[in-house]
């Protein structure tokens, strides 16, 4: 356990870099998050609630990140799929 003294400095093996690091790793992970990765299941939702079919995604490529925009193969074709925060997903097919 790292202990800080009155000046905020830690005390332990690491010296005063423990708080250093541990910013670094919550910035890192933030980044990781802000360049998004939308899971395959919500993409398949998303074509599938726009009446078309896709039991499972195939392989999918992000083409732009603002507004967020997929290209998606699916089990029954290709389709585009752009997300915003305020607004429903819009899904257009490809093929």
Known sequence: ?????????????VGG???MA???IALGW???VAA???????????IRASDHPCE????????SQEPSTWQVRCN???????MTKDAPPKVVRLD
Do not use: C, H, W
């Open 36 to 46: 998004d990765d939308v899971p395959n299941g919500t993409l398949a939702g998303a």
């Open 1 to 13: 356990m790292i202990q800080l003294n009155r000046f905020g400095s830690g005390t332990g093996r």
């Open 76 to 82: 029954s074709g290709s389709f585009q799929v752009t």
């Open 56 to 63: 499972r995604v195939l392989s999918k490529e992000q083409i």
């Open 22 to 24: 541990v910013i670094a």
């Open 30 to 32: 933030l980044t990781a």
């Open 17 to 19: 870099y423990a708080p």
